[in-house]
């Protein structure tokens, strides 16, 4: 008489039991795929891929004498003075806004908060905290106009062609 029940029993302490080891199994999976994930963030390189500091600005005989080029892409003047070409950065040295050069005015002008600066980057006036930086100029092997971005001047220096 007695015996459903004990099998009635006995299936539900089956079926509780697989549920259980089902949550068991789901959770181990679950913990596997995280470790992965998280493995995988910590063993893959954490680098960051940039572009090279130093821009090819070409044949030095591309900037006439007496002349201010701007290349708005790199953010670099590239200017011819009396004494050689030298190379400038573009950005301002206030909070960072890509200056202009003005020929009809023969200085350039930050468009952010009114800085102005003659073509040797000195300042004229604004808030500006300091000159524009030269950056590293030379000539390759093959006689073109290299400018390293990352390598600010402390001196100014000319590369005469
Ligand atoms: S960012 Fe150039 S003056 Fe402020």
Known sequence: M???????TK?????????????????ICVACAGA?????????????YEPSPITNAGKPDRYPADSVTQDQQSGIYIVH??????????????????????PELGIVACPCHGSKFRRDGSKIEGPAPRPLVWLKAYLSDEGDLLVDRSSPLEQKQYVRT
């Open 36 to 48: 992965t994930v998280f493995g995988y963030e910590f063993l893959a390189p954490n680098v960051l």
């Open 81 to 102: 003075g009396p004494e050689g070409l030298y190379a400038m950065s573009a950005v301002c040295t206030h909070l960072g806004c890509l200056t202009a050069w003005k």
């Open 2 to 8: 007695n015996e459903p029940d004990t099998r009635e």
């Open 11 to 27: 299936n539900a302490e089956t079926s509780r039991r697989q549920a259980f080891v089902q949550i068991g199994v789901g959770s």
